[in-house]
């Protein structure tokens, strides 16, 4: 096989989740934008090339927007963007402070949540100050 067939044989969703499994956020980079993009798919939105690699993630970026959320039942918890260093954005939560609290502009590093069950691993943020 070659071209589109040979790549779509793992999806892109599966080989992002599988680099969580292994402890990494990894990212598909465009060869031919020359530049990063998230979330996972076959082609680049820019250029709409198939030309992609994947890369790991040193894990730093900064909140770019944040909000909370009270539900009825359960605890407050916040939804976040977080611009990744290496130039993508992704949608997020930051933890390890009380979800009100999360501020734009905080540099936060990556720690992937091992999810219950089957579920596969999800990439969360904290802040670097307590990110030991």
Request: aromatic share 12%; proline share 8%.
């Amino acid at each position: 096989m070659s071209g589109w067939a040979e790549r779509a044989t793992i999806s892109p969703l599966e080989t992002f989740r599988e680099h969580l499994r292994r402890g990494e956020l990894a990212f598909p980079y465009s060869l031919e934008a020359q530049r990063a993009f998230f979330f996972p798919r076959l082609a680049c939105p820019y250029t709409g090339s198939e030309r992609i690699e994947w890369r790991v993630s040193r894990g730093l970026g900064t909140v770019y927007a944040t909000t909370w959320i009270r539900p009825r039942e359960g605890d407050a918890y916040n939804v976040a963007l977080v611009d990744v260093d290496e130039g993508f954005r992704l949608m997020t939560r930051i933890e390890g402070v009380a979800p009100e609290s999360v501020a734009i502009g905080t540099r936060v590093r990556v720690r992937i949540h091992e999810a219950p069950g089957e579920e596969a691993p999800y990439p969360v943020f904290v802040p670097l100050d307590s990110a030991k």
